[in-house]
């Protein structure tokens, strides 16, 4: 069975991010793209514009030392620009570490991520960590 276009998308965009690339994760990114974060904590809010997205996801190596990775688990996709990840995050930071799964709802026009709704199990434990 054939990839879906967008699924395909998706999944280069996670295996780049794994990588450090930010380069690649550019080139899949609208430039208004906006990157939403749920909770309370100091590394949520809404990134607005792919600089902001970029830096974001800097941050996040930055404030774990490097140990935050992301495992895709499994895709979504509707057909019409929408596709759903689920994975699993892990990273440590100042003593804690951090084990969870989660997922984010991407938007796709054309062949770029415009939108992305970021999904956690547990608020506390994700606020907890990062704060």
């Known amino acids: 069975m054939t990839e879906h ?3 395909a998308l998706v999944r280069k965009g996670y ?3 794994s990588r450090g690339d930010m ?7 609208a430039a208004d793209c906006t990157h939403h ?6 590394m949520s809010g809404d990134f607005k514009g792919i600089d902001a997205a970029l830096a974001h996801y800097a941050k996040m190596a930055e404030e774990t030392g490097g140990t ?17 990840s689920v994975h699993r995050s892990t990273a440590e930071r100042g003593g804690r570490t951090f084990d969870a799964p989660g997922g984010i709802l991407f938007r796709i026009v054309g062949d770029k ?4 709704d970021e999904c956690v199990e547990d ?4 606020n907890t960590f990062w704060s």
């Open 68 to 84: 935050f990775r992301v495992e895709l688990q499994h895709l979504f996709v509707d057909g019409r620009g929408h596709v759903l």
């Open 23 to 29: 380069d690649t994760l550019r080139g899949m990114m």
């Open 15 to 17: 295996e780049a991010f």
């Open 113 to 116: 991520i415009t939108d992305l």
């Open 123 to 126: 608020l506390d434990t994700v």
């Open 37 to 42: 974060v749920p909770g309370d904590s100091p």
């Open 5 to 7: 276009p967008h699924a």
